[in-house]
């Protein structure tokens, strides 16, 4: 009898060892700092204190430092079956938990703060590694250690180091974010916007007529009578059309290196590189080649032209209609191209402010109801209802007047603005007529 216990208690341990390893196989190791998804939820998560807390949009992802590429993804149960409460993850917690005191800097180690910018740490310097080619190939993001912003602060107040160039010579771009990303940012905007009454929104593909918002608003006077409130344009065209339909890639996640290119050809001699920059921002700059959509912005309001939206929106109007003629262009290094700051020239006409050189022979422009656009509202509905007007075909700029223009202008533009990912999604698109 004895024998026979031992040997059920044998087994049962036995057993037991066995499911643990199976568990230990099956569950994981996730960990405090992780950044975890589930594959049938948009919903994202930083483990902390050993629980998962949501990250609930894209300013707390910014905020806490976070980086796309370092979302985990993982099979829905096992993220529903980590412990925690699905609860709101505390922005204070996350910064206050993060390294404050220099001492944790070590040569050779990669830093960001809750800002953009990312270092390495060479020589008891911080050397700006933002750049194009540094991101593209030389670092793996993963690699970042995130700490807070004052530190960072700290250090380059004290010993500001030179931009890291260790990979100038490799022609690369930002690593862009995986479709998966892209795939979580289209799920939040739907269930952010589902059921809460947000109007069509932009930018789309214009030569899709289908759509099923049916909210509906009245449609904008001519742009000719209407006042001239802002021009602005974005770096590759936020809409998709004929012939600017060549996809330029996920981009960073943030509206740069994304939207849509020209797909038509250039002589070399219009793609002949410059011998400066232009347009210079944190996200790269303007080359031949490049496609940019401008925005020229009308508002029923009485207003003059300025910087950014709010220019629109400024006068004794309550509740003025806008509308964008969108037009876009592809920059080429050749005389033989469009001069911008003719494109962009203001006046009056009529008693109304305009732009009064837009092209009128780019194909007769698709008008349809939209929003305002912008890689802020990748995750979130605009509620600012736009009559939009896109013209069909692209015309060749200058690249050079581009550069001009960026010199010194009434709307303060001094290089080119992300994109909004296209809208996809049918409820939130007008039927075009």
């Given amino acids: 009898m004895k024998i026979l216990l031992r ?13 643990q390893s199976f568990i230990a196989m099956a569950t994981p190791n996730i ?17 902390h204190g050993g629980e998962k807390h949501y990250i609930s949009d894209v300013p707390a992802f910014q ?17 529903d079956g980590f412990p925690g409460v699905n609860t709101e993850y505390n922005l204070a917690d996350c910064v206050n938990s993060l390294p404050k005191d220099k001492s944790v800097l070590k040569q050779g180690y990669f830093y960001k703060g809750q800002e953009i910018d990312m270092y390495v740490y060479d020589n008891n310097k911080l050397r700006n ?16 250690v995130v700490v807070q912003q004052k530190l960072i602060n700290e250090v380059l107040k004290d010993n500001k180091g030179k931009p890291a160039n ?12 995986t479709d998966q990303v892209i795939a979580w940012q289209r799920e939040s905007l739907a269930k952010n916007t589902e059921g809460k009454g947000f109007g069509p929104q932009s930018p789309r593909d214009i030569n899709s007529l289908k759509g099923n918002n049916r909210i509906t608003f009245k449609v904008a006077p001519a742009y000719t009578k209407m006042n001239l409130c802002n021009i602005h344009f974005h770096k590759n065209a936020e809409h998709k059309g004929k012939h600017f339909n060549k996809y330029a890639g996920n981009g960073d996640g943030f509206g740069y290196h994304s939207g849509y290119e020209f797909s038509g050809n250039l002589s070399e001699a219009e793609l002949t590189p410059l011998n400066k920059k232009i347009g210079v921002s944190k996200h790269g700059s303007l080359s031949s080649g490049d496609t940019i959509e401008v925005h020229y912005v009308y508002s029923t309001d009485q207003v003059k032209p300025g910087p950014e939206l ?17 037009q876009v262009y592809v920059l080429i290094n050749s005389d033989k191209g469009r001069n911008f700051v003719d494109l962009t ?40 209802q736009v009559t939009w007007s896109v013209r069909p075909e692209v015309a060749k700029v200058n690249i050079l007047t581009v550069g001009e223009w960026l010199k010194g202008n009434v709307f303060d533009e001094d290089h080119a603005h992300g994109v909004r990912n296209l809208i996809m999604n049918p409820d939130l698109l007008s039927k075009i007529k």
């Fill in 7 to 19: 040997n059920i208690c044998a087994l049962m341990l036995l057993g037991l060892f066995a499911l």
């Fill in 310 to 326: 709010s220019s629109c929106l400024s006068g004794p109007v309550e509740d003025p209609q806008l509308r964008v003629e969108a």
């Fill in 166 to 177: 260790f990979c100038s010579d490799i022609d690369a771009v930002e690593a862009p974010v």
């Fill in 63 to 79: 905020k806490c430092g976070l980086i796309w590429t370092w979302i985990e993804y993982y099979p829905q149960k096992i993220v």
């Fill in 129 to 144: 590694i933002s750049t194009p080619q540094f991101l593209g190939r030389c670092i793996d993001m993963k690699r970042i």
């Fill in 345 to 384: 020239k203001v006046g009056v006409k009529n008693g109304k402010y305009q732009a009064v050189n837009i092209p009128n022979d780019i194909g007769t422009p698709i008008q349809y109801a939209g929003s305002t656009t912008g890689p802020g509202f990748n995750q979130t509905g605009s509620p600012l």
């Fill in 31 to 47: 960990k405090d700092g992780d950044v975890i998804k589930g594959d049938q939820s948009p919903k994202v998560y930083m483990i």
